[in-house]
């Protein structure tokens, strides 16, 4: 019986959300994928993302083949090379996920920005509508409904959105004070994240961030001509310059647990790589992009004809990265790090995220939604803080955007590592992407092998150090 090497450990159980919508079918057999390293050939399995070395090429070529055309059943195929591979139950069937406990919430609690930026899907926070802040009675009342839907003793996020939630620092500093003795009467041990634009940050901010487990993520667009060209400040200021003394305020009254930069990409943002490494520049622990799919104007968008050079910079980013951690140096590239953790642990799933499941956002007016980008699409309320969640809204969602009830993702080797795509933007847009998608996780697969030969330590480090997870990698004996 032919041998074969599992990389990483095995896959943990299914997870959380998606949706279908018109988009290219994936050519290639949906439950297998070879593909090359510098190393040799290899397989990436899609049931419970399973990644293999190949004992030679005339496997690779045979599978390569049979994924093109198949001439009979995929367990045949295994047995005639000996692979043995495709085990039962499929980790993934079908099944919608039951409705999980809830364990995060998003506050909406300053529907309102002080900055003007044409790709922003939340038309500066008002997602439509008028600036609203949250009233405290309301936030208060979704730490409560937060911690009465929560898992006994499980962990919880409460998170700050907006608009800019640091517009409501008073709510947010006794959200925070509110939630952490709530959570302890409770047992629930509670964290926090903020998205802001930093620019209006203070120094009782920072203190608080660094006081407590926060996780901070700063929307940012590039060097200063790069942030200022997308990001108009009132009475014409520089919103960059104002972001780096927020850094500045960070840096002398207390860093959070977790600084991440958050790049939104449009057709006007610079080189991808000049963009990343300004942002470790500035001392990030976490650089990350995201494609702008769906904004006001749709002169900020990605589209289907641009998403192929998105891709190329992605990649080259990505092999600055492999460079760098191959060496031993730290890189902290969001998408690449996550990508290849996910890989090391087998992550598997049938929805993007967990939105509608154990992810809520609550809105200014007390409206439960499936995820803050949805806040105030019917389609996607989830019911509200006063009456509790609609568990039938969060399990007609969990059915319909199952990742193997979407086309044409069941037709996709890399369903359960996508899950389908954003319910905002596959809502307004399409699937745009997918290509890119598959594009980027092929380039991920050939880095994941190329790593684990040249450093690795990297991950069995502390996530601290390795990146967003820290797994104990090994190989393994199918």
């Known amino acids: 019986m032919t041998v074969l090497l599992q990389i990483g450990r095995r896959p943990p159980g299914p997870a959380a959300s998606a949706l279908p919508a018109p988009a290219a079918p994936p050519t290639g057999h949906p439950d297998l994928r070879v593909f090359r390293s510098a190393h040799g050939a290899h397989l990436f399995l899609a ?13 690779a070529a045979r599978l390569e083949r049979w994924a093109t055309a198949p001439d009979g059943a995929l367990d045949e195929l295994a047995r005639e090379l000996g692979l043995p591979l495709w085990e039962r139950p499929p980790r993934i069937d079908g099944t919608p996920a039951e409705v999980p406990p809830l364990a995060s919430l998003s506050l909406n609690v300053m529907q309102a920005c002080n900055l003007s930026c044409g790709h922003c899907y939340a038309d500066e926070g008002r997602f439509g509508g008028s ?10 009342a979704a730490v409560d409904r937060l911690l009465a ?37 409770t047992g629930h041990p509670v964290r926090f994240a903020l998205t802001t634009n930093l620019t209006v940050l203070r120094p009782e901010d920072a203190r608080l961030f660094a006081a407590h487990p926060f996780t901070v993520t700063v929307s940012l667009d590039g060097d200063r001509a ?4 997308l990001r108009r400040a009132p009475g014409g200021g520089s919103a960059y310059d104002r972001l780096r003394a927020g850094l500045a305020l960070l840096e002398r009254h207390g860093r959070p647990r977790h600084l991440a930069a958050r790049v939104s990409v449009t057709p006007h943002t610079g080189r991808l790589l000049d963009v ?7 001392g990030f622990d976490e650089v990350g992009f995201a494609a702008v799919v769906s904004a006001p104007d749709p002169g900020y968008e990605i589209t289907a004809d641009t998403f192929g050079g998105f891709l190329a910079q992605m990649v080259e980013c990505g092999e600055r990265a492999l460079a760098e951690l191959s060496a031993g140096r730290r890189y902290p590239f969001g998408n690449f790090e996550t990508a290849l953790h996910q890989l090391h642990r087998g992550t598997h799933r049938p929805y993007p995220c967990g939105a509608g499941a154990g992810y809520l956002s ?7 939604y499936a995820c803050h980008r949805l806040v105030g699409d019917p389609e996607f309320a989830m019911g509200s803080l006063a009456e509790g969640p609609d568990r039938a809204a969060r399990e007609r969602l969990l059915a319909q955007r199952h990742v193997d009830r979407a086309e044409p993702c069941r037709s996709c080797w890399a369903r359960y590592l996508c899950g389908g795509g954003c319910h905002h933007e596959v809502t307004r847009r399409g699937r745009p992407g997918c290509d890119y998608i598959r594009g980027w996780l092929a380039f991920c697969l050939r880095a994941y092998v190329e790593l684990c030969e040249a450093a690795p330590g990297y991950f069995r480090a502390p996530a601290d150090q390795a990146g967003p997870v820290g797994a104990a990698g090994r190989r393994e004996q199918s």
């Open 47 to 59: 049931d419970g993302s399973r990644v293999y070395d190949l004992p030679d090429e005339r496997t």
């Open 131 to 140: 600036a609203r802040a949250m009233p405290r009675a309301t936030a208060f």
């Open 149 to 185: 839907e929560a898992a006994p003793g499980a962990d919880v996020v409460v998170g700050f959105m907006g608009g800019e939630p640091l517009l409501a620092r008073e709510l947010v500093h006794q959200v925070v004070a509110y939630a952490e003795r709530a959570g302890a009467a």
């Open 226 to 229: 790069g942030h200022d060209a």
């Open 276 to 282: 990343l490494e300004h942002g470790i520049g500035l």
């Open 362 to 368: 609550a809105a200014a007016d007390g409206g439960l």
